[in-house]
């Protein structure tokens, strides 16, 4: 006994004191020629721009590749003090929703425009998560062009995605709602009140004008993401749903009940052709289409009040429902559009499905039941096969383009490397930390350029110099060049980034607009030199005919202006030369800012409220007299007797 | 002199944390740890718990811990009979004191252990994450992986203390043993 207890009393201490014990965390261990390979010499350009959704800040960041470094911040849903998006007359109709004006929403998924799925890097689409929007960037001048809204929609989480020539943006929603006219229900009436819709917004091949085209009335579930098939799958499109448990309360647990939710499968085509046939039904909405108008450097924002919808419980081979374990997240299909991933992120394993044998499994009506008519096709049926023991928690998959997938691994944090063929997991590499989406630059497209990755992650942590309690999100780059994928980079990006999508840089470094034509300026309040620069007054409204150009406002000295009036600050940036912006700020203004690009003419809109001199100024460093660069506006009482003046260089 | 030390040695049991339990997963890299005192619990305790409640486990609380109410009675009566034994100062209450040390020791690991068991393998059938054939009974003492995380159990300071008090009851015996060699 005493001996035994002796024994165990020796173990127990060494079982504990031993270091050795503790399994070593995965490897740490940066290769000797990381540095060189993320080094991007001063004067010389990255190789592939990374467009990166902001998430909670509603912009998106341009970072460039292999570098890590941001070119620019893009706002796109929120207000952006840094060059007066959504602060000046002419912007702020961009953020106008049926609920009116929107200064700030949450910004999730990226995507590039295709043609025959591959990157064209004309324009960008962008989703407004918490208000349904989708938005389209300009990729020849980064800027938001257009936004639309989407009826029938809340948390328009799964989108934008887009087909392979960009014919459609799919919008699909996160949250089920009530909709029509019978929107004020019980929340215990879910099942039958509240519907989920899915919106294809037909995009204009020439101008990328959207356009509702129809939407799809699906079941109440969660849609979370979505991909388009491409190449053989083209015509179809994959949502992966979650929450087909119909639960509308605590859903952590009781949406996490089945052992399998669905991919739902579009047959798009097949949806054209009921609406060619007159199948789908008008409906009363309200949403915002808003447009930027480079030409007038205005936008407008129309209410529109009909959308067309499909019901596929009657119109028949629209909607296919595949079995897929545990909540899928993401869902994706591989470069030849064979292959569709979906990513149970509460699921020990990732099938990968078919789509010859979905198509089979149709044709041969190899169904395991129905939901409201629509057939729900037999797991086995449509299962290629299934990666076993890939990690914890995969949420996302982009491809390279030789036949591997790399899935995200939020819990066990890591990506993991696998044979889409043989499903054999032959990689993996730990990220910092819980990493969400991945980003392979072409990677969701049929030309995926295999040579980066990046991990965008959650949770930050240790990775940098701490900064309180609210860290930059961390991302990694890796060179996946080799069979091994090699750690190279970590670096702190902006806002919250969800999605991201690279593509090379040639596609467009050389189409940037560097200025605007002062002659194509059709801004009805546009000065096409200094010589009309002058004050009018309508009313009580008071326009300030202004130009700027280095290194003077024209007028500088206005007099003749009533506290109440409501003035307008007309900015002509006359410049004509590439990078010399001029920005405008008067003191007080609680409209804040302009930041007026060359031959752009931009309005700031000031209430005066008490009497004074006030000075503006020139606010982005234009020039060697940009300090010079001011003037004064004198307000008076209401009623006073001081005459409308306005003047530059004149002394008396 | 030993005896007393070692009934001393156990006292402070009522001052320092007993046990521990420490986490580590990728996103945790420095690490969650659980103190059990003599009578209560300490450390990352809500956090643990959070990150446990994916996989259905028992929320860990005080009161999961029949043990705190009487624990403080037994490590008090274990001291007064340490100084009782050192007070006979014979050879059968250096033995006898050991003995009950031992056996005290053997009977917390045992409870340890079922108690381990009982909270890894009562999982709440509605968990969000379900892993086939999987349980999460903590190691009884040393590490052990559990899903992404590490897991770690051990003596902490006063556990320490403890087996360094039990250890010199040994070296009584030992020393006992030596000087005076026990006759058959």
């Known amino acids: ?652 | 002199m030993m005896i007393l030390l070692a009934a001393i040695a156990i006292i402070p049991a009522y001052f320092t944390p007993l046990w521990q339990i420490s986490l580590w997963a990728p996103q945790y890299p420095e690490g969650l740890n659980m103190k059990i005192w003599i009578d209560h619990l300490s450390g990352n305790v809500d956090q643990i718990n959070g990150v446990n409640h994916y996989i259905g486990m028992n929320h860990i609380g005080d009161e999961m811990f029949p043990e705190f109410q009487y624990l403080i009675y037994i490590i008090g009566v274990l001291i007064g009979l340490g100084v009782l034994a050192f007070a006979i100062g014979k050879r059968w209450s250096l033995y006898g004191f050991f003995g009950l040390i031992s056996l005290f020791g053997v009977l917390v690991l045992v409870d340890m252990y079922l108690w381990g068991y009982e909270y890894g393998h009562t999982l709440d059938p509605k968990a969000a994450i379900k892993v086939e054939g999987m349980s999460y009974q903590p190691p009884l003492i040393g590490y052990k992986e559990l899903l992404n995380f590490l897991a770690y159990s051990g003596p902490d300071t006063g556990g320490w203390i403890l087996t360094g008090g039990t250890a010199l009851l040994m070296l009584a015996i030992v020393r006992d043993r030596l000087e005076k060699p026990a006759k058959i």
């Open chain 1, 1 to 652: 006994m005493k001996k035994n207890v002796w024994l165990l009393a020796a173990g127990l201490t060494a079982a504990a004191l031993a270091p050795g014990c503790k399994p070593k965390s995965a490897q740490t261990a940066i290769s000797g020629d990381a540095a060189a390979k993320v080094y991007v010499a001063p004067g010389e350009h990255d190789e592939f721009y990374n467009i990166v959704s902001g998430g909670f800040n509603g912009q998106i960041s341009v970072v460039g590749l292999p570098s890590g470094r941001v070119l620019k911040i893009l706002p796109v849903f929120s207000v952006h003090p840094e060059n007066g998006y959504g602060y000046s007359e002419e912007s702020k109709p961009m953020l106008n929703t049926s609920n009116g004006f929107v200064p700030w929403d949450d910004l999730h998924h990226i995507a590039v425009s295709t043609t025959n799925a591959e990157h064209d890097a004309r324009w960008v689409f962008a989703n407004g998560n918490n208000t349904p929007r989708i938005a389209r960037v300009d990729l020849t001048t980064f800027k938001t062009v257009e936004i639309i809204e989407i009826p029938n929609s809340a948390g328009n989480h799964s989108s934008p995605f887009i087909t392979e020539n960009t014919e459609y943006v799919v919008a699909g929603t996160r949250f089920s709602v009530p909709v029509g006219d019978n929107k004020d229900v019980s929340i215990d009436s879910y099942k039958e009140n509240f519907k989920g819709h899915i919106s294809f917004i037909a995009v204009d091949p020439e101008s990328g004008e959207m356009d509702i085209s129809f939407q799809i009335e699906a079941p109440p579930f969660n849609f979370d993401l979505a991909r388009a098939g491409k190449k053989k799958s083209h015509g179809w499109f994959f949502f992966s749903t979650y929450n087909t448990e119909m639960a509308h309360t605590l859903l952590e647990v009781n949406a996490s009940q089945k052992d399998k939710d669905y991919i739902m499968a579009i047959n798009w085509k097949k949806a054209e052709e009921y609406i060619k046939a007159g199948k789908g039904v008008k409906k009363k909405v309200r949403y915002a289409h808003n447009k930027w108008d480079e030409e007038t450097h205005t936008a407008t924002s129309t209410i529109k009040e009909e959308v067309l919808v499909l019901d596929p419980t009657i119109l028949k081979d629209i909607v296919y429902f595949i079995p897929c374990p545990k909540s899928p997240h993401g869902t994706d299909t591989d470069p030849t559009g064979e292959y569709i991933i979906g990513s149970g992120k509460l699921a020990a394993i990732i099938p990968v499905f078919s789509f010859t044998k979905m198509l089979k499994a149709i044709e041969d009506k190899d169904y395991e039941g129905e939901l409201s008519g629509m057939p729900v096709l037999k797991y086995e049926s449509v299962l290629h096969g299934e990666v076993e023991k890939p990690g914890l928690g995969p949420l996302h998959t982009e491809f390279d383009g030789k036949g591997f997938a790399y899935t995200s691994m939020f819990v066990s944090s890591e990506i993991v490397k696998w044979n889409i063929e043989t499903l054999e997991v032959v990689d993996r590499v730990p990220t910092y930390y819980s990493v969400g989406h991945l980003s392979i630059p072409g990677g969701p497209t049929g030309k995926p350029h295999g040579k980066y990755m990046v991990a965008y992650n959650k949770i930050t942590k240790d990775r940098y110099l701490p900064t309180g309690p609210e860290l930059a999100h961390s991302a990694q780059l890796y060179d996946i060049s080799g069979d091994k994928m090699q750690l190279l980079l970590d670096f702190p990006t902006i806002g919250e980034p969800h999605y991201a999508e690279a593509f090379p840089a040639s596609l467009i470094k050389d189409k940037q607009v560097k200025f605007y034509e002062i002659e194509k300026n059709m801004h009805p309040y546009a000065l096409k030199g200094i010589k009309d620069a002058r004050v009018e007054r309508k009313g009580n409204e008071v326009h300030v005919y202004m130009t700027s150009i280095r290194s003077n406002f024209r007028p500088d000295n206005i007099e003749g202006v009533f506290v109440g009036d409501e003035v307008y600050f007309h900015v002509t940036n006359l410049e004509q030369d590439w990078d010399v912006p001029h920005g405008f700020a008067v003191k007080g203004a609680r409209t804040a800012e302009l930041l007026v690009m060359p031959g752009e003419t931009a309005t700031l809109k000031w209430v005066p409220e008490k009497e004074g001199v006030y000075p503006f100024y020139c606010t982005d460093f234009c020039s060697a007299l940009h300090q010079e660069m001011q003037g004064y506006m004198r307000v008076s009482a209401k009623g006073s007797n001081v005459p409308l003046k306005f003047s530059t260089g004149d002394v008396e």
